[in-house]
């Protein structure tokens, strides 16, 4: 049976089905609704935390993914710069478990002070970006994500924008 997913509701979905068991990640339009929704599932399968801030996000699921476990973080592009420490840290170390960073750009700033394109940040990191068109490739490509993580051993940056988040 097929469902209309809005964007965070169908990365949600993604994290569950791609078996990711750690989620740390700090509020921020356009991206809140991806931890809210994640939390909805079993929280023995998957545990959600709102972090203080950016990097104390990536920093808990970096150190879950040293750990071995599946680990994920979302925030709003703003929040990447908070992040950039950690990221790009774990960027040149590696790690275990697939790593995924969400950042929810906004583009046109529909909800933010600025206009900024976090696609270089994976060019500066040098680490794999993918960037999903539409609710079912959020779905699709966040597990196609962690196995490039696995694969590579590298953090890889997931960027959505508030179109693909909020739209069905």
């Not at 545990?47 to 990536?58: D, Q, R, T």
């Not at 790690?95 to 900024?116: I, K, L, R």
């Not at 962690?146 to 069905?168: A, G, N, Q």
Request: proline residues 5%.
């Amino acid at each position: 049976m097929s469902e209309l997913m809005l964007g965070n509701q169908a990365v949600a979905r993604g994290l569950y089905e791609a078996g990711v068991s750690v989620i740390s990640s700090y509020p921020g339009t356009p991206s809140t609704e991806i931890t809210e929704f994640s939390s909805k599932y079993p929280e023995d399968e998957m545990y959600c935390e709102w972090a203080p801030n950016e990097k104390v996000a990536a920093e808990a699921a970096i150190g879950a993914s040293f750990a071995g476990a599946r680990s994920f973080c979302a925030m709003k592009h703003v929040g990447l710069n908070v992040a950039a420490d950690p990221l790009f840290t774990a960027a040149y170390n590696g790690v275990s478990g697939g790593f995924v960073v969400v950042t929810a750009d906004d583009p046109s700033m529909h909800s933010s002070q600025n206009e900024q394109d976090n696609r270089y940040y994976a060019r500066f990191a040098r680490i794999a970006l993918v960037e999903p068109s539409d609710s079912q490739e959020c779905v699709d490509f966040l597990k196609e994500a962690y196995r490039i993580s696995e694969r590579f051993d590298m953090p890889v940056l997931f960027r959505t924008t508030t179109r693909i988040s909020h739209s069905k």
